[in-house]
């Protein structure tokens, strides 16, 4: 099916003007973030304790992330005590190739999936279609995407950049090529499309004896694990297969179950904008351990997953690497593997609202894409050295991060290191000459002073000049005066207003 | 060979993470690293449960659901009531659901009359697709965001009852409702497979706009015992 | 108390204009301002563009030039918010241990709005402007200074003026200092809703407490012969009866006469 990837995709000032050259997409984003935005203004208005909750959702990442070996371990002793098993992964490839085996060893040709970065960023269902294995995303935004041979362009709503006549379109093209057609005569209201995808997917779940999942958290004192969602695709797949296979970040660990009291508050408000999600479904390995917790268990309930029980009979935990121990050792770029992927920094982003998820080439898009995806990746590529810069640094997203990050922080950091890493070239590239010489101008007033005045005169014989701005400056500053008239130097600077006027 | 790499990994990666945690002493301790609990973890002063029923009355149907609040003795028609306006006949009610709150179900000339499927043996996937809905019991509930928690203890069966079927109706009483998510998770065990289900299961996946109703019940209906 | 003026480099060289409303105003209240000459730039331009090394010697001069007095004042909530947030943090990254010193000795960094509103604690400082008028809250004083509400608490008690709200107030402008370079496409979409919000509003000037971001909305303003003209805060809460400045840029106010 999905073909589509990342890799190639152009730096971000290219990729941005083409989609700013979208119209479609420009309304499409506009609308969606606008309203997404209001909701979790409301839906966070309501808590009289939010700042106190973010405090401490990212006091408990910070300390799960300073002792994040210790946490995995305990996880891992939790779930396997439960009756789960844990898979470690270094990489991308090496993830995907654990769940290729494991899916191959159930002798199945096709899968469920909920929804899952994780297995975005690793590429997955590429590799799972290498092996014939057929992953059917379940997701209803993923499905559109899937369809649509289209890549995702935001955490939550993978396809935020369709608006509901193209949906119709892709779902009347191509759901029959996959199962169950779309009705004929599909309207194009959200109610009818999600008719549709329930049809299409149903038989899917009922026939599933395989699925893939992420993890929203992962307690390490329980070995429990947790999916968020509003759909029911995820308590599909997480209940009807036999084999149960998570994908998750090694920083998806949370220390105890108290913990989910705060993000459990958290996310569905920073994310959907909801009180809470429709539905999270929490389970503890396979149920066949013998359980840590105190509650009131009874026959009926706790136990093993057997035909259509209460889940998967097998159940793999995939624990993945994927440059995360790199971001962990930057104690400033750490603080992305806060993140849990709510999506509240698009919506408020003045740039991801205009140019769409797609322009960031990456899984992770917005601006915490911007931080974490050239962390994850390395940073060598020119597009993961443009993602630090497709920020005003207008602090829109700190703002209404619900774990604190301070993105504009990092940003700036990792332009730092860019910058730093540059150092080393033995021809510097001409923003750095640039610098160093208005270092050395700014570093002494009498240099200042003197280049006011030369930038005075210089103003005066600019071309094109008009009453209060140059209309057309040269060389790299021409990036201004395409769309804005330009200041030119005042003809005498305050300071020499003020040595005239006060001495 | 595939044993063999795993370790390989495990141990590379607690080998990554440890050499990236560089800056951190080697005597920190976790709880050396302060988690401020400073939120609110229990009911406002002077709440009391009856305004705690209200409230998650009133934030469930917020999200779509159809709520009711009931006196003890009129549940058994209560529950008659919602499933013959559902048009509901035939229903799962999984084992240890109050044998009282079925007694409508069984009075001849309430209505339709309605065919109840015990989960014993347990109906297959396939069949609970064709039935009209279920009818449980919740674990706990929590009022500030209209949640109800089921655990698969007595009356709530396993996952897949309120899934698979299109309609489900849950009953909770009155005393098991707490004010937030703190006091929810402390009252409920990890170890157990938890369903928090808050509303009927929606999606805002396209333009954002809220539709209730995808894969799992695309009606829930609730009935408070007061 | 000594009250020293940081003019900020982009005003001191494209809108001295500002500058001057800055001392006029704060001597109208009182205040005695002095400005000291060995300042330039607070290196935020260098620092945000990743060029840490480069931003030292601006560090260093900033603390040199501000040491001994009782405050300062600045016409910009992004230079502020540049000296308060992140002086310590070159600083120490230099690892300077002097710098660090220094920098910590430094006198308190005012954004002006908040300097009036908080410190001297007045919002009619008797301005008259007969204007409309639409106010612009720059990022770094809404979201890294915090001045909230004291920018339009100032100007709500200026006489003659019709001040007006703009829509999306909050999202930026699209400046970003290099941005509006490395990013000029999203920088100019950015700007042009900025724009269409402010026109929308019917005002003749748009204030905000930043240069940088005037002359990014400027710029496009000028360009699309909009009709707005840009005007510092200070240049709004200077205007009396008798004093009139018509223009961020032009440079030269206007006595009337009597």
Redesign the interface.
């Known amino acids: 099916m999905s073909g589509a990837t990342f890799l190639g995709m152009p730096s971000f000032p290219g990729a941005a003007k083409d989609a700013l050259a979208d119209t479609q997409l420009r309304r499409?984003l506009a609308?969606?973030t606008a309203?997404?935005r209001g909701?979790r203004t409301d839906a966070v208005g309501e808590l009289?304790?939010w700042q106190?909750?973010r405090?401490?959702g990212r006091?408990?990442k910070?300390?799960t992330l300073?002792?994040?070996?210790?946490?995995?371990?305990q996880l891992e002793e939790r779930v396997t005590a439960?009756g789960g098993r844990v898979?470690?992964?270094?990489d991308a490839e090496?993830a995907s190739r654990i769940v290729v085996?494991l899916v191959r060893s159930t002798g199945e040709r096709e899968l469920v999936k909920v929804k899952s970065m994780a297995t975005q960023e690793i590429g997955l269902n590429e590799a799972l279609a290498e092996a014939g294995i057929a992953a059917y995303e379940?997701?209803?935004?993923e499905l559109?995407v899937q369809l649509g041979e289209d890549l995702p362009s935001h955490l939550l709503?993978p396809?935020?950049h369709r608006?509901?006549a193209e949906?119709r379109e892709i779902f009347l093209r191509a759901m029959g090529e996959h199962g169950a057609a779309a009705p004929d005569g599909l309207g194009d209201a959200?109610?009818e499309?999600?008719e549709a995808?329930?049809r299409h997917?149903?038989e899917k779940?009922?026939r599933a004896k395989v699925a893939v999942s992420g993890a929203n958290f992962l307690?390490a004192d329980?070995g429990?694990a947790v999916v968020v969602e509003?759909?029911?695709?995820g308590?599909?797949c997480?209940?009807?297969p036999e084999t149960l296979i998570s994908v998750a970040g090694?920083e998806k660990v949370v220390?105890t179950?108290?913990d989910?009291?705060?993000f459990?508050?958290l996310l569905?408000r920073s994310s959907?904008g909801?009180?809470?999600?429709?539905?999270?479904?929490?389970?503890?390995g396979t149920?066949t351990?013998t359980?840590?917790?105190?509650?009131?268990?009874?026959e009926?309930?706790?136990g093993a997953g057997a035909?259509?029980?209460?889940?998967p009979r097998a159940f793999h935990l995939v624990?993945l690497?994927g440059g995360r121990?790199?971001t962990?050792?930057d104690?400033v770029g750490r603080q992305a593997l806060n993140c849990i992927r709510c999506s509240a920094c698009l919506n408020v982003c003045p740039v991801y609202e205009r140019v769409g998820g797609h322009a960031y080439g990456s899984v992770y898009p917005g601006p915490i894409g911007a931080i974490l995806s050239p962390q994850l990746r390395g940073g060598a590529t020119e597009s993961d050295r443009s993602l630090p810069y497709a920020s005003t640094l207008c602090g829109a997203c700190y703002e209404v991060c619900p774990v604190k990050i301070n993105i504009p922080d990092v940003l700036v950091h990792l332009r730092a290191r860019m910058v730093d890493g540059g150092r080393r070239r033995p021809v510097p590239k001409p923003e750095r000459l640039a610098m160093a010489a208005a270092s050395w101008v700014l570093a002494e007033p009498s240099r200042l002073a003197a280049a006011q005045r030369a930038g005075a005169l210089a103003g005066r014989l600019l071309p094109g000049r008009r009453g209060r701005g140059a209309s057309r400056l040269p060389g790299p500053l021409s990036a201004w005066t395409d769309a804005r008239d330009a200041p030119v130097p005042a003809e005498e600077s305050f300071r020499a207003w003020w040595r005239r006027t006060r001495r | 060979m595939?044993e063999a790499a795993?370790s390989e990994?495990?141990a590379?990666?607690?080998h990554?993470?440890?050499?990236?945690?560089?800056?951190?002493p080697d005597d920190?301790?976790?709880q050396d690293?302060?988690?401020?609990?400073?939120?609110?973890?229990s009911a406002p002063p002077g709440a009391d449960p009856a305004q705690a029923a209200k409230l998650l009355a009133e934030?469930l149907a917020d999200?779509g659901a159809a709520v009711r609040l009931v006196p003890e003795d009129a549940v058994a028609r209560a529950v008659a009531d919602a499933l013959a306006a559902r048009g509901a006949a035939r229903v799962v009610v999984?084992?240890?659901f109050p044998r009282e709150w079925q007694a409508g179900l069984t009075t001849e000339g309430t209505g339709t009359p309605v065919r109840i499927l015990s989960d014993d043996p347990?109906v297959?996937?396939?069949e609970?697709?064709r039935t009209d809905g279920t009818v449980t019991t919740a674990a706990t509930a929590?009022a500030?965001?209209?949640?109800l928690v089921l655990?698969?203890?007595?009356g709530?069966?396993?996952?897949?009852l309120t899934?698979v079927p299109d309609y489900h109706l849950c009953l909770v009483r009155a005393g098991q409702v707490v004010f937030g998510?703190?006091e929810a998770?402390?009252?409920?065990?990890?170890?157990?497979?938890?369903?928090?289900?808050?509303?009927?299961?929606?999606?805002?996946?396209?333009?954002?706009?809220r539709?209730e109703?995808?894969?799992?019940?695309r009606t829930l209906e609730v009935i408070v015992i007061v | 108390m000594r009250i020293a003026l940081f003019i900020t480099c982009l005003a001191d060289t494209l809108a001295p204009a500002t500058g001057r409303a800055v001392v006029r105003l704060l001597e109208r209240l009182g205040c005695e301002v002095e400005f000291p000459q060995s300042q330039t730039c607070c290196g935020q331009m260098h620092f945000n563009t990743g060029y840490r090394r480069e931003c030292v010697p601006l560090v260093r001069r900033f603390a040199d030039a501000f040491t001994g007095y009782d405050a300062v004042v600045t016409p910009s909530g992004s230079c502020a918010a540049m000296v308060r947030e992140y002086h310590g943090q070159v600083a120490g990254t230099a690892g300077d241990a002097r710098l660090s010193a220094a920098v910590s000795a430094a006198p308190p960094v005012y954004e002006l709005s908040e300097f009036l509103v908080r410190v001297l604690q007045v919002t009619d400082v008797g301005a008259y402007f007969p204007h409309r008028v639409t106010y612009h809250p720059t990022c770094h004083s809404l979201r890294v200074l915090g001045v909230g509400d004291a920018p339009a608490a100032l100007l709500r008690a200026v006489r003659g003026i019709d001040l007006v709200e703009l829509p999306a107030a909050d999202q930026c402008c699209g400046f970003g200092g290099t941005f509006a370079l490395k990013n000029a496409d999203t920088s100019v979409a950015m700007c042009a809703d900025k724009v269409r919000h402010v026109t929308g509003t019917g005002a003749e000037v748009l204030c905000a407490g930043d240069n940088s971001c005037l002359t990014h909305i400027g710029g496009m303003l000028s360009r699309l012969r909009a009709g707005v003209r840009t005007m510092h805060l200070a240049e709004i809460l200077a205007s009396t009866e008798a004093y009139d400045v018509p223009s961020t840029h032009d440079g030269a106010e206007r006595v009337k006469s009597p």
Do not use: C
């Not at chain 1, 898979?87 to 270094?90: D, F, M």
């Not at chain 1, 035909?307 to 889940?311: Q, V």
């Open positions: 499409n609308h969606a309203t997404i909701k009289d304790d106190e909750l405090e401490a006091a408990i910070e300390r300073r002792h994040l070996d210790r946490y995995l371990l439960a898979h470690w992964a270094r090496e085996d379940t997701d209803l935004a559109i709503v396809a935020i608006n509901r949906i959200p109610a499309l999600a995808a329930r997917l149903r779940f009922l307690v329980t429990t509003s759909e029911g695709n308590r599909m997480l209940t009807l090694i220390p179950w108290q989910l009291e705060v459990l508050q569905p959907t909801e009180r809470m999600n429709p539905y999270t479904s929490t389970w503890t149920g351990g359980g840590t917790g105190t509650g009131t268990g009874t009926t309930g706790s035909d259509g029980g209460e889940g624990l690497d121990s790199d962990l050792a104690p | 595939r795993m990994a495990r590379e990666v607690l990554r993470i440890r050499r990236a945690l560089a800056d951190v920190e301790r976790p690293v302060p988690v401020a609990r400073d939120y609110s973890r934030r999200y999984p084992g240890g347990r297959p996937v396939s609970l697709d929590i500030e965001t209209g949640t655990d698969g203890g007595p709530q069966g396993r996952r897949a899934l998510v703190p998770l402390a009252r409920l065990d990890p170890a157990r497979p938890l369903t928090f289900v808050s509303g009927p299961s929606a999606t805002s996946d396209i333009e954002l706009e539709v109703g995808v894969h799992g019940p």
